[in-house]
C-alpha cells in the first residue's frame, strides 16, 4: 500500500467546482498513480469531495489576471 499525505490548508483556497464556487480545506494525495481528492465547503455548509480533474482553483486577482478561471460549460455558473 503506497503513503498518501493529508494537507489541511492553512487559509481555504477559492475554487470552482461541477457544483458551483467553494473554498477547498483538506486535500487529500495519494501519489503518483491516483488523482489527488480536495474536501470543499459550498454554499450553504455543503462538504463535497472532488477528484483533482473536477475542479479549477482561483487565481489571485491581484496577480493582475483577475480570477482567470476556464470553467467547463456543463458546470453550474
Same mark, same amino acid.
Given at each position: 500500500?503506497?503513503?498518501?499525505?493529508?494537507?489541511?490548508?492553512?487559509?481555504?483556497?477559492?475554487?470552482?467546482?461541477?457544483?458551483?464556487?467553494?473554498?477547498?480545506?483538506?486535500?487529500?494525495?495519494?501519489?503518483? /498513480?491516483?488523482?489527488?481528492?480536495?474536501?470543499?465547503?459550498?454554499?450553504?455548509?455543503?462538504?463535497?469531495?472532488?477528484?483533482?480533474?473536477?475542479?479549477?482553483?482561483?487565481?489571485?486577482?491581484?496577480?493582475?489576471?483577475?480570477?482567470?478561471?476556464?470553467?467547463?460549460? /456543463?458546470?453550474?455558473?
Amino acid at each position: 500500500m503506497g503513503v498518501h499525505v493529508i494537507h489541511q490548508f492553512p487559509s481555504p483556497i477559492a475554487v470552482h467546482t461541477p457544483h458551483g464556487a467553494g473554498q477547498a480545506i483538506l486535500l487529500i494525495d495519494y501519489g503518483l /498513480d491516483v488523482n489527488s481528492v480536495w474536501f470543499v465547503r459550498l454554499s450553504g455548509g455543503h462538504l463535497k469531495h472532488y477528484y483533482s480533474d473536477d475542479i479549477r482553483i482561483y487565481d489571485n486577482p491581484m496577480n493582475g489576471e483577475g480570477y482567470d478561471v476556464d470553467i467547463p460549460e /456543463d458546470w453550474k455558473q
